[in-house]
């Protein structure tokens, strides 16, 4: 058996090896040479897999350690008979923590939670896990998915419109879907700018193409985006400077990039492998995460609202305003920044310990995040 995988894929060296004969090689460079004799590719973004690649190669299966499938011709595959997996889920928890930073700046810039309706565009597994967060801190909600609720009635979720139009935040979180009728790309174009309400911010972690970077410009020249935060763009690694330049924060696409988010996405990456191929891997785990140094966090001021509380406890687990600032410093180190990021661990690995004085809200308030509070 022969397994190609993507050199960049965490706690994968060494896992495929006493079954397989493993080729480690950059995702972008992964090749049909690579491929003709081979009977697995495992990738993440970073390698377009399609006819191009594929035809003529004796692949069987291709799995993503990724949720994100827009890099995968997934109609070709099927057509052939090549199976494919993602891995759904992986890191929405990551994802959770990158939208709490922002809403914890947010919130320290004045922000009321109570007072403000965030907006929430694609409610799966990310969704689902903003709409908790952010009922959490107190925050108004209005959810968009029409497949959902296609499925499950119309009652939860609104129009794109109305979402738009009544949103102080809003947040993207939908797959790149290119045609039919869930069709996401360039979602946000000039046309529903018009509809935003004067001066939202607005925050893309989907793909870049869901937001167009004409719509981005005007929408930040004109003041119908106050604020604009980033972490996904058209044509990367090669982003727009301009656009860049004007954001609030921009990251490089590194919000799924927690070391639980990555982690996971290895661990269903090999089980799928395991189930495919017959492999004794079914019980696989990556062996000890790295942890912070110092994973506690105390509490001292016991006065302030449980939101402004909340806040400071989420920056203390990650700031994204230390990606936003490598980012500005070396904006074609884009590549680079994302395969060398710094350990990043999600809220359950940290742990609170309250004052005697701290109010239960504040604790109830922290324990609904997902820290462990002493
Ligand atoms: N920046 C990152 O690091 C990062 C990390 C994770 C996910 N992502 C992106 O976010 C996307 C969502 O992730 P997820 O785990 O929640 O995936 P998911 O598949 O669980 O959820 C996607 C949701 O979007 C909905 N949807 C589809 N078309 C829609 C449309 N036209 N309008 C509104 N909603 C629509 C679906 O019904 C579904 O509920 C991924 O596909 C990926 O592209 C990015
Ligand atoms: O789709 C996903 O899961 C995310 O966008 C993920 O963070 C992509 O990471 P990459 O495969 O580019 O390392």
């Excluded at 604020?227 to 301009?242: F, M, Y």
Aim: proline letters at 5%; hydrophobic letters at 40%; one cysteine or more.
């Amino acid at each position: 058996m022969k397994v190609v995988v993507d050199d960049k894929i965490p706690a994968l060296k060494g896992v495929l090896d006493p079954y397989a004969d493993v080729l480690y090689k950059e995702g972008k460079a992964i090749s049909k040479e690579d491929l003709v004799d081979a009977d697995a590719l495992i990738v993440r973004t970073r390698t377009l897999c399609n006819k191009d690649l594929l035809e003529g190669t004796s692949v069987r299966m291709v799995a993503t350690a990724t949720i994100g499938t827009d890099h995968m011709d997934l109609a070709w595959l099927e057509q052939k008979g090549i199976h494919w997996c993602n891995a759904p889920g992986c890191n929405s928890g990551s994802v959770k923590q990158y939208i709490a930073s922002v809403l914890a700046h947010l919130i320290l810039d004045g922000t009321v939670p109570s007072e403000t309706t965030l907006g929430i565009v694609g409610v799966g597994m990310v969704g689902s896990k903003i709409e908790s967060l952010a009922k959490a801190l107190g925050f108004k909600v209005l959810l968009n998915d029409p497949p959902r609720a296609r499925r499950e009635g119309a009652d939860k979720f609104c129009s794109l419109d109305y979402l738009l139009s009544n949103s102080d935040i809003v947040t993207f979180h939908t797959p790149l879907i290119r045609q039919g009728e869930d069709a996401t790309f360039h979602l946000m174009d000039e046309s529903k700018l018009a509809l935003l309400k004067k001066g939202a911010v607005v925050i893309n972690s989907s793909r870049g193409e869901v937001c167009e970077t004409r719509a981005m410009l005007k929408g930040l020249d004109n003041g119908q985006i106050s604020r604009l935060v980033l972490d996904v763009w058209e044509n990367e690694p090669n982003i727009d400077s301009k656009l860049h330049n004007k954001v609030w924060i921009g990251t490089p696409h590194i919000a799924g990039y927690s070391v639980d988010g990555k982690s996971n996405g290895s661990t269903m990456t090999i089980h799928a492998i395991a189930r495919e191929f017959g492999l004794p891997l079914q019980d696989w785990q990556p062996t000890s995460l790295p942890v912070p140094d110092y994973p506690f966090i105390h509490l001292d001021n016991n006065s302030e609202p449980a939101y402004l509380t909340a806040a400071k406890a989420i920056l203390r687990t990650y700031d994204i305003l230390e990606d936003d600032k490598r980012l500005r410093e070396d904006p074609e180190d884009f590549e680079k920044q994302r395969g060398s990021y710094p350990v990043r661990r999600e809220f359950h690995i940290w742990e609170i310990t309250p004052s005697r004085a701290t109010r239960p809200e504040t604790i109830e308030m922290l324990m609904a995040l997902g820290f462990r509070v002493k």
